[in-house]
């Protein structure tokens, strides 16, 4: 009979804190974006070259670059994927070209008062990585990325996520991004 008593101890303290993870998960979804410590990103303003925002996206902790417009108010983003989509397999002259042509033209925004939830949908519904963030006035706050969101959500589960051994990688696998 102890033995059953503390099985059943056991599977109790289990659930309880099962139970306290599945609250705590919605929780962390509903904080402002400004929660999620949003990266800085670089900014070029229209009709710099692309060659400029290739040597921004370079930089260490970089993968995006934000465009303004004279009024200073986004107007565009380039990624990485953009540099690899609309500039290597096209053969863009890098210094000629702007960033007019290669970026992506008003970009679905958020302001660092939503919920992560929004950036959330949109990066699913729309296949994003990265979503700008953008003050009252439409000028350039930050970028929420998928990799700041990863890493703030495992904030929240470090035991569960931290704690798994290391997975060894087929090298024929592994990629860059």
Same mark, same amino acid.
């Given at each position: 009979?102890?033995?059953?008593?503390?099985?059943?101890?056991?599977?109790?303290?289990?659930?309880?804190?099962?139970?306290?993870?599945?609250?705590?998960?919605?929780?962390?979804?509903?904080?402002?974006?400004?929660?999620?410590?949003?990266?800085?990103?670089?900014?070029?303003?229209?009709?710099?070259?692309?060659?400029?925002?290739?040597?921004?996206?370079?930089?260490? &902790?970089?993968?995006? =670059?934000?465009?303004?417009?004279?009024? @200073?108010?986004?107007? $565009?983003? #380039? *990624?990485? /994927?953009?540099?690899?989509?609309?500039?290597?397999?096209?053969?863009?002259?890098?210094?000629?070209?702007?960033?007019?042509?290669?970026?992506?033209?008003?970009?679905?925004?958020?302001?660092?008062?939503?919920?992560?939830?929004?950036?959330?949908?949109?990066?699913?519904?729309? &296949?994003?990585?990265? =979503?700008?963030?953008?003050?009252?006035? @439409?000028?350039?706050? $930050?970028? #929420? *990325?998928? /990799?700041?969101?990863?890493?703030?959500?495992?904030?929240?589960?470090?035991?569960?996520?931290?704690?798994?051994?290391?997975?060894?990688?087929?090298?024929?696998?592994?990629?860059?991004?």
């Amino acid at each position: 009979m102890a033995q059953f008593d503390e099985i059943l101890k056991d599977e109790l303290n289990n659930y309880g804190r099962e139970a306290s993870k599945i609250d705590l998960s919605i929780e962390v979804l509903r904080v402002p974006l400004k929660s999620v410590d949003a990266a800085q990103a670089p900014t070029l303003p229209r009709g710099a070259s692309v060659a400029d925002a290739v040597k921004l996206i370079q930089q260490p &902790g970089n993968s995006c =670059v934000v465009v303004t417009g004279e009024d @200073g108010k986004l107007v $565009g983003l #380039i *990624t990485e /994927r953009d540099l690899c989509t609309r500039v290597i397999t096209t053969g863009l002259d890098l210094d000629k070209a702007t960033v007019d042509d290669v970026m992506t033209t008003e970009p679905m925004t958020l302001r660092n008062d939503q919920p992560l939830t929004h950036a959330l949908a949109q990066m699913d519904v729309g &296949g994003y990585r990265h =979503v700008p963030l953008v003050d009252k006035e @439409g000028r350039p706050a $930050g970028v #929420i *990325t998928a /990799r700041r969101v990863i890493n703030y959500i495992v904030e929240f589960f470090p035991e569960e996520v931290r704690a798994l051994p290391p997975r060894q990688m087929n090298p024929a696998r592994r990629h860059g991004g």
